[in-house]
Each structure stands twice: as C-alpha cells, then as structure tokens.
C-alpha cells in the first residue's frame, strides 16, 4: 500500500498499516492473520524512490519510477518479499512463500484532497522446496490483478489510504495447485518528512 507519486528527492515517506490477505485455490487456501507492518520510503532521485516494510510475518523491498505527475501519475514498480502464511488442506499448516510484483500505479486526482488509486499488478510466487509431505512445497506461479484506492489527504503531508487488492492466478506449474483467487485489503497511514 502506498502512493502512486513518489518521494521528492532527499524527503522521508514512512506509513503504519494494517490489512489482511488470503486466496482460495482448488486444492489448498491460505491467509494470513491479520497484518500490522511499517514501511518507509525515501526518495533517491528525481522520480525515483525505494522502500522498505516489515511486518511480523514478513519484509519486502521495493522500487518505484514516477513517469508522469500532475493531475495524473503514473509510476512503475519492482518489489521483492518474504512472508510466512497458514495453509489449509494441506498436512503442513504453513508455508513461506517468496514473492516479487510488477506493479502500475496510478492515481487521479480528483481535488487537492481526494484521489483514486488503481492499477493493473503482475505477481510471482514461490514456495520453497522444504517439506517432501506436500504437493505444494517446489511450486511457482503467476497472476495478474488490479489494485484500487482511495488516498485521503488530511492534511498537509498526511494521507489516509484505504486499497484493495486482487489477483487471479494466468500460470501454475504444478496441476491446478495455485488455481486461487488471491485478496488483499486494508489501510495505511503515511506520513511526509521534508
């Protein structure tokens, strides 16, 4: 979760947030419960910025290229992560999946105030071979999915931003195990330090 625009050259971005994620698939369905994590972004360039959040389940780096700003941005992404999620249907009840995304953000902006985030995502997942019990464990997939916001500037250098995510999965490597509908929901306040 985080804002289209990136960090001006040399400023702070850090943001607290809270949400939750699931999916269901034909063989197996996994959540995590829900997340608290802290993120921070600094701006390295001019429409360049990278990141970094952790939560207690996790971490994930990041990346972000602003091409257009103005009433509309658009920026290009790059993320990396880890996360550990409970499974279910499966004899182990977790798993630690790695996970990079290719993410497009865009926001229109409406007034000062309010604007609507969206843009299309592109996921990997891996879950590393670490158990021979299930079929899962060695296994990749790909989805593509569509993110949605709703940044609340409520003052200057503070946003709310409740964003929902969702993908569906385009490649499986190992016989419908991930055929899932992915899900993410929640919300971040962030916070700009000049």
């Known amino acids: 979760m985080q804002l289209p625009a990136t960090v001006e050259k040399g400023e702070i971005q850090w943001a607290i947030n809270a949400s939750g994620a699931g999916g269901d698939g034909k063989n197996t369905s996994a959540s995590t419960d829900p997340n608290f994590e802290a993120a921070i972004r600094y701006g390295v360039a001019d429409n360049f910025d ?87 464990w060695g296994s990749s997939a790909f989805y593509t999915g569509l993110m949605l916001g709703l940044p609340l500037r409520l003052a200057p250098g503070i946003t709310l931003l409740p964003e929902v995510n969702v993908y569906a999965s385009i490649v499986d490597e190992n016989k419908d195990v991930f055929k899932a509908v992915l899900w993410q929901a929640g919300a971040s306040v962030i916070f700009t330090v000049p």
């Open 50 to 136: 990278i990141g970094l959040k952790l939560n207690f389940l996790g971490a994930q780096i990041g990346a972000k290229y602003q091409l257009l700003r103005g009433n509309f941005d658009l920026s290009l992404g790059l993320e990396a992560g880890y996360q550990w999620v409970r499974t279910g249907g499966m004899d182990d009840p977790s798993s630690h999946v790695l996970s990079f995304q290719l993410p497009v953000y865009m926001e229109y902006h409406i007034n000062p105030f309010v604007g609507i985030s969206f843009g299309p995502k592109f996921l990997g997942i891996y879950v590393p071979k670490t158990d021979e019990r299930t079929e899962i």
